[in-house]
């Protein structure tokens, strides 16, 4: 079956960097298009980067524009989401998902989402 396993979240100062992997199995790794969201306490899951099957297309947040950075390792099976310059309004948990498809969808269209793995942005 399809599973998404998040890793690489921790403490970090203001300004500092972390590179989040969502490991990846059950589906045709190219052909899917894989997000990242973000939930921070009390607000809504958003959305933050996507790239489409074959990597045809990335989409950012407004928010993260020019800050981070998603990539898709073939042979690893892994989307990896780099982020820079992290600022506090980044802390949240940050998840991985996908739907079985090629393009980039909204949130309540992705039917598989990984445990999420939380980012502390602190000084």
């Known amino acids: 079956q399809v599973q998404l396993v998040e890793s690489g979240g921790g403490l970090v100062q203001p300004g500092g960097s972390l590179r989040l992997s969502c490991a990846t199995s059950?589906?045709?790794?190219?052909?899917?298009?894989i997000a990242w969201f973000r939930q921070a306490p009390g607000k809504e899951r958003e959305g933050v980067s996507c790239v489409s099957s074959r990597d045809i297309t990335t989409y950012y947040a407004d928010s993260v524009k020019g800050r981070f950075i998603i990539s898709r390792d073939l042979a690893k099976r892994t989307v990896y989401l780099q982020m820079n310059n992290l600022q506090p309004e980044d802390t949240a948990v940050y998840y991985c998902?996908?739907?079985?498809?090629?393009?980039?969808?909204?949130?309540?269209?992705?039917?598989?989402w990984g445990q999420g793995t939380q980012v502390t942005v602190s000084s």
């Open positions: 059950g589906f045709f790794f190219n052909a899917y298009a």
């Open positions: 998902a996908t739907r079985a498809g090629g393009k980039c969808a909204p949130r309540d269209e992705l039917a598989y």
